[in-house]
């Protein structure tokens, strides 16, 4: 078998074992489900009334920018999951087994992207139930939840890279919230970036977030002509900036994570 | 008869503690190879590095004529490791964690499923087959994972204490599983702390103190390496253990063990049925009572305990 048919056919066995890991362990799923749906229903219902916009409802505003809240904060599964399995039995097992490599973290990513495919339906289905509507053409739309799935695989694979450097469960929480936090909120999820104060707004500008979130709104069709878009090219161009950083992302860390994990396991 | 595995000078050390300084090891193929010593040896260093687990610092190893370090990818298809400590999946159950470990081996779906399936029967494990392991007990663990071990019938097998944690039933049918794999021409490396089950399973044993070999053979051959016979006695009271040791050190050709729980002590001796007779008659010149007395050949667990040197300065300090 060649490399990459061994790394996809171990990789789906691999993802087959953790999608039945999420079905055991429903803490795992319910984290997935229900927090995107405490997320819309607090957003919509708590700030979309306290908020006014030009033009569109804020509600109509913030969905597109909880999506990507919600992914950015799902593919730190991926990492998390990594630094348990790393500290239990089962990778002595994978370690003498005549498996691919790259399997692990490729099963790791694709069931998380398959979660992560879950929480955007949900989050959808209740963002449509809350007064969301898609004004773009189905095929816009389709493309939009393709460019967040992608930008999720792409984000699982920072994560993991950054569970294999730290190793430890409680270490890569802290990391992971300590960071999360300020990537998610210094963008333009939550107000126009626009607005921002001083040194903030270049960096929320210039946030691969908010790209992405830019990115969604233009594909849901969630923006208003009495918004201007700031004149940085990544908000000018979002979807193609956005896929821009899914492939550059990709194509970093899936090496590094790569390397990373064979260093790992091969202590 | 070509040496399935092969390992001479292996050097492993973390920081400042050497693990293994120089191991050399050769196993035939289709034998059972035991690898006895002290905690801390360096047993489960040297069966991580024959696993490509771990590289060494210096020396080589080939398992199946594959080098350990250069061939290991390829040497994973031929080989089967159960380690010291369980490698499972808690989450999932006994049967789909089988099936996983044969898809790894790439024995196709259907193959890994039947595999699974009789590796459950032969470890009796068909009851809790389709139960998370997550709640099976530690033995039944071990047992899943030596099945994990055995799922693509690798020609060379490594078991790192193999029996530690299972129940004498449990221990009596992997020595059966054991014999029957052998009888098929695998070879198996073992490491156990108990001396019967080397002594019952083993072709050849090599016994391992701080990362070296210090002695090597079949167990007879060892047995007789360290000769002679064993005097073993027991006496009733603390104060007659010590008074009996000092009355029998001048008929001792090397330490005498003392167990001081159980009252009893071992004395290597020299001259058989001569040398019993020395030995109370001694004993009775001191007046000290005889609950039990024997003469035995020297068991594997003399031969650990005289080559290691491990256990009787211990239990002697007891005895102070
Ligand atoms: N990961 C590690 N880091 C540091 N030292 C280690 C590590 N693994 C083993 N050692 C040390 O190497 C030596 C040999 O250990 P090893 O586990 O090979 O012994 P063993 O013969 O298997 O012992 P046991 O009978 O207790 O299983 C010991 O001194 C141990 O402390
Ligand atoms: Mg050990």
Redesign the pocket.
Known sequence: MNALKLAAADGLTIARRDALKIRRAPDLLGGVITLPIVFVLLFAYVFGSMISLPGMSYGEYLLPGIFVMTIVMSSQITGYTLTQDLQKGIFDRFRTLPMSPSAVLIGQTVSDVIMNLASVVTMALVGLLVGWRIHSSPGEAALGFLMLLLFSYAFSWVTATVALALRTPETFNNVATIVSFPIVFLSNAFVDSARLPGPLKPIAEWNPVSTLIQGARELFGNTSAAMPVPDVWPLRHPVAASLLWSVVLLAVFVPLATRLYQRAIS? | MTDAIMATGLV?S??D????DGLDLAVPQGTVFG?L????????????ILTTLLRPDAGQATVAGLDVVRDAARLRARIGASG?YAAVDDHLTGAENLEMVGRLYHLGTRRSRERARELLTRFDLTDAADRPVRGWSGGMRRRLDLAGALVAQPPVLFL??PTTGLDPRARAGLWDVIAELVAEGTTVLL?T?YMEEADRLADRIAV?DQ?RVIARGTADELKDQIGGDRVELSVTGRADLEAATRALAPLAVEDIQVDAAALRMTVPVTGGAVALTEALGRLAAERIAVRDAGLRRPTLDDVFLTLTGQGTGKIEETVR
């Open positions: 202590r | 492993k973390y920081g503690v050497t693990a293994l690898l010593g002290p905690n801390g040896a360096g047993k489960t260093t040297a069966v991580r010291q790192d204490e490491t702390q391992v990362g």
